[in-house]
């Protein structure tokens, strides 16, 4: 895309917007992590005690760990949240708010997609993901993540109705775009997978540095593109990255995107208000 086309607000010197998320998930009982650093696969009907233990790191620990990281390197990021993280520890989302970030929706629980629900269920679980969010965050919720980032075909006017401005599960484009729904325009933005802890290092057995180098190829290789306005994501897990391996990986990478003449470090929440103006 021409610079011309690019609102007004992102760096002109800088083409590639690199936006830092990360993941506050939870499920709900009886669900569990659909993968985890357990490779086996347990019996039908069998309550995975310990996955749901290696989720609610996340919030107890990792989540923690990322914020100091985070303003370590005075990065901002939109931390996407399970409703029920928001409910069991409803300090949390307080104190990311009150850090500078932006607290965003993530389904009410990782085992609930939007594309298995009907219409009222799906409606139910946003509303009371706007609920609790706005009562532990002090303000709605302003973008929205599915859980697997699978949505349903409702779920953008869903969105547009509660009040979201954006909807970050965008796979068809390398920057935002407008969205008409039946029930008003929101942003949807792009949610790109080449650094992101989940698949590289939980599904596909990389040590968390290629984390690092992943990110450290595209942003040193991005002249050789062309330089063109794009965006790509740095995701990171709370229960996943936000251990201390992970998290050494983490603090790289955004020290690397901070080093580069032609990056600048963002957030979903930021593009979205470029393109909402």
């Not at 490779?39 to 005690?49: E, F, K, Q, Y």
């Not at 985070?70 to 931390?79: N, P, S, T, Y």
Request: aromatic share 10%; charged share 20%.
């Amino acid at each position: 895309m021409n610079a011309a086309d690019i609102p007004g607000g992102w760096p002109r010197d800088r083409p590639l917007a690199v936006s830092v998320s990360v993941m506050l998930e939870g499920w709900t009982a009886p669900d569990a992590p659909g993968m985890g650093p357990m490779g086996n696969v347990l019996r039908p009907g069998t309550i995975d005690l310990q996955g749901r233990s290696w989720a609610d790191y996340g919030p107890k620990a990792g989540a923690g760990r990322l914020l100091d990281l985070l303003d370590q390197q005075e990065a901002k990021a939109v931390f996407y949240t399970s409703g029920v993280v928001a409910r069991d520890y409803p300090a949390l989302p307080a104190g990311i708010a009150a850090r500078g970030h932006s607290v965003c929706a993530h389904g009410w629980s990782q085992g609930t997609l939007p594309a298995y629900l009907t219409a009222e269920q799906e409606a139910a679980d946003i509303a009371r993901c706007v609920d609790v969010i706005r009562a532990t965050a002090g303000t709605a919720p302003a973008g929205w993540l599915s859980p697997r980032c699978t949505p349903s075909e409702r779920t953008s006017s869903y969105l547009a109705e509660q009040g979201f401005r954006f909807h970050a599960e965008m796979f068809d484009s390398d920057i935002p775009y407008r969205i008409d729904t039946s029930a008003g325009p929101l942003v949807g933005v792009p949610f790109t997978m080449e650094v992101n802890d989940m698949p590289l290092y939980v599904r596909y057995g990389n040590e968390p540095d290629a984390f690092t180098r992943t990110l450290t190829k595209i942003v040193e290789g991005w002249p050789r593109l062309g330089n063109p306005f794009a965006c790509l994501d740095i995701t990171v897990h709370a229960h996943v990255f936000g251990r201390p391996y992970g998290a050494l990986a983490f603090l790289d990478s955004l020290a690397a995107v901070k080093r580069s003449p032609h990056c600048w470090l963002t957030n979903h929440a930021e593009l979205a208000a470029l393109w909402g103006r």
